[in-house]
Nanobody
Framework: QVQLVESGGGLVQAGGSLRLSCAVS????????MGWYRQAPGNERELVAS???????NYAASVKGRFTISRDNAKNTVYLQMNSLKLEDTAVYYC???????WGQGTQVTVSS
């Protein structure tokens, strides 16, 4: 059974940092494309960042230069380091195994002024 467990969300002031983690079990993690998505109230879910099995990454224009996605295949975990957070980064963040279309339960990130 495939499971994704996100952690690391919370409340942070604008300009601060958070690191999200997504631990994956039940799949061949190192072979999967992984992604972080987010959904703010009233908005559609959007791709924030993705990382291929070999490591190349892709970012939404709104987060490029501030967020970094990475993976540790030994730990079956993908990370999202978020720096210089803005109010508009407030959303529920979801981890996804893009290859298999599995989603985590989401973790709330709230950026305050």
């Amino acid at each position: 059974q495939v499971q994704l467990v996100e952690s690391g969300g919370g409340l942070v002031q604008a300009g601060g940092s958070l690191r999200l983690s997504c631990a994956v079990s039940g799949s061949r993690f190192s072979f999967n494309y992984m992604g972080w998505y987010r959904q703010a109230p009233g908005n559609e879910r959007e791709l924030v960042a993705s990382i291929s099995p070999g490591g190349p990454t892709n970012y939404a224009a709104s987060v490029k230069g501030r967020f970094t996605i990475s993976r540790d295949n030994a730990k079956n975990t993908v990370y999202l380091q978020m720096n210089s957070l803005k109010l508009e980064d407030t959303a529920v963040y979801y981890c996804r195994i893009i290859t298999l279309d599995y989603w985590g339960q989401g973790t709330q990130v709230t950026v305050s002024s």
